[in-house]
């Protein structure tokens, strides 16, 4: 059965190049929407290779060799260099499949609300991936308002009893390291039913013994040393003129020649365990983050019955961080709990990651007393060390936003900044008369140095092939109105509102300064 076009959240365009052509989603919408509905249809299909590439986060992390100081890199031991880069494995579909995955992601999303709806306490401590509404607003919450909630319950708990605990968890490995077989288990169970359907099973296959090719090898050189070369356009400009479409290749045929002549490398099972049996599921799909909420469904349900109903404590879980507010008395019992449980998952939790906080009112000499937070290391106790938690941190005193966010924001203004003033300065030396240098300063103060962004509509172009008079497929933009999207400014804005303090503020007092530094120092004619 159809679902109603406002049912339809999993229908969504995507922009990427594939293996397989982008749709058109105006032409072919009943088409596709027909297929994908269709069991029969679903359980006869031929899923296509993913496509990886890594994604690396830059961090400004401490030392290893024991120093206190921080950096993104450092020489080791054997004099090596050594980044502090965390790189994050993405797979992605062709677009046909991500809306495949995607409709299946609705169905069983669909039933893990249900039966999360059971029980509205524990439904509230499930966070991530779901849209859990404001009350009394029509919008649902974010990270800042999760964040706030677990602070708040600190501050709360400890102003009651004089103290509390938190204990911060991470599960090690959490998407590579599902257990296919207690994934099955649990996707059938969702559904009501002993076996999965043949459809369902076919996705459920897709998913777990998924095959993928390097985004790396489509490029027109092997990437070295961290830089990547780009893809050959004038291929793919002639695929678009020719046959009207944007993929990496005219056809499937050309794909799998590809394949055949050795040209392009097929791989698969990039996850395995200790015995070598492959595990895991792939970041990036459609299905992903659904699979992930329901792998853990009944660790959830015995989480909450231990620590809110027996222990009298509080449970959030986003993803795979697991925050914990309870009496310091508890801490121990509960830290064997949680580690005991995870491992009926065929999990771990990674204990460098495990952090232990008390919090406690302390009096400073002559003034009333105060609430501080004290985390519990090997080496012993860091008084004022903060409890990190969604991208913010609570210290007792304020709700920050974390203060590495805060430095990648001033990384990414002065790189862009740089990297415009770069282009506008190469264009006024070809051309003294060209006005593209104010231009680009205009667009970087709106992006970087504008305190509120307002709440309206902007004009922007959509892209669309189509065959001119010769025959040829040519790109042409279609004007269309969109939302203005929010700066970093404005979210830092709305973090102090919505949490209620104005520090937060404070804390990008600098941004205007360092903006106006980066545009006098890169935007000169002299360089």
């Known amino acids: 059965m159809h679902q109603k076009k406002s049912q339809l959240d999993w229908y969504k365009s995507k922009g990427y190049l594939h293996i397989t052509p982008q749709i058109g989603f105006g032409t072919e ?152 077989s207690l994934l099955k288990k649990s996707w059938a169970d969702i559904i009501d039913k002993t076996e999965l359907p043949i459809d369902h099973y076919k996705v459920y296959r897709a998913v777990t013994n998924f095959s993928y090719i390097l985004l790396d090898d489509l490029r027109v050189k092997t990437t070295k040393k961290g830089r990547h070369y780009g893809f050959n356009e004038k291929e793919l400009a002639d695929i678009r003129n020719t046959h009207g479409i944007q993929s990496f290749f005219e056809s499937p045929s050309a794909f799998r020649d590809r394949i055949k002549t050795g040209k392009l490398r097929i791989h698969k099972y990039p996850f395995r365990n200790a015995e070598g049996k492959p595990i895991g599921i792939p970041q990036g799909l459609a299905i992903s983050a659904t699979l992930a909420n329901i792998y853990l469904k009944n660790f959830d349900e015995r989480v909450f019955e231990y620590i809110v109903e027996k222990k009298k404590g509080f449970y959030r879980r986003y993803s795979d961080d697991i925050a914990i507010v309870c009496s310091v008395e508890d801490v121990d019992e509960i830290q064997q709990f949680i580690s005991e449980e995870i491992q ?32 519990k290391t090997i080496n012993g106790k860091v008084v004022g060390a903060p409890f990190v938690y969604l991208g913010f941190s609570f210290d007792g005193r304020k709700m920050l936003i974390k203060s590495a966010n805060i430095s990648k924001f001033y990384r990414k203004l002065i790189h862009s900044v740089k990297r415009k003033a770069k282009r506008a300065i190469k264009i006024a030396q070809n051309d003294p008369e060209n006005k593209e240098a104010a231009i680009f300063r205009r667009q970087l103060y709106k992006e970087y140095n504008t305190k509120k962004t307002p709440t309206r509509k902007i004009s922007n172009n959509k892209k669309r092939l189509e065959k001119n008079e010769v025959g040829e497929y040519r790109l042409i933009s279609i004007p269309f109105k969109r939302k203005l999207r929010s700066n970093y400014t404005s979210y830092v804005n709305r973090a102090a509102e919505i949490m209620n303090e104005p520090a937060i503020q404070k804390q990008i007092r600098k941004h205007r300064a360092i903006f106006n530094e980066a545009i006098r120092r890169h935007f000169s004619l002299k360089k």
Do not use: M, W
Not at 129 to 138: N, P, T
Not at 361 to 375: D, N
């Open 29 to 180: 919408r009943k088409k596709i929407i027909r297929k994908i509905t269709d069991p029969d249809f679903i359980s006869r299909y031929a899923f296509y290779p993913l496509i990886h590439t890594n994604i690396y986060e830059r961090r400004y992390k401490r030392i290893a060799n024991g120093s206190k100081d921080r950096a993104h890199s450092y020489i080791s031991e054997t004099g090596e260099s050594v980044k502090s880069t965390k790189v994050r494995p993405l797979h992605y579909a062709t677009h046909f499949d991500s809306l495949v995955y995607g409709y299946y992601a609705s169905i069983i999303q669909n039933e893990y609300e249900q039966k999360l709806a059971r029980n509205a306490e524990l439904s509230k401590c499930i966070i991530a991936y779901r849209r859990i509404e404001i009350e009394g607003e029509e919008k649902n919450k974010s990270t800042i308002h999760f964040a706030k909630e677990v602070f708040s319950e600190i501050k709360e708990r400890a102003e009651q009893s004089g103290s509390c605990a938190v204990l911060a968890f991470d599960i090690k490995g959490f998407f590579p390291g599902l257990d296919h």
């Open 344 to 375: 009926k998952q065929k999990l771990n939790i990674s204990t460098d990651k495990t952090e232990q906080f008390e919090y406690k009112f302390v009096s400073l000499g002559k003034k009333s007393p105060e609430l501080i937070s004290i985390k």
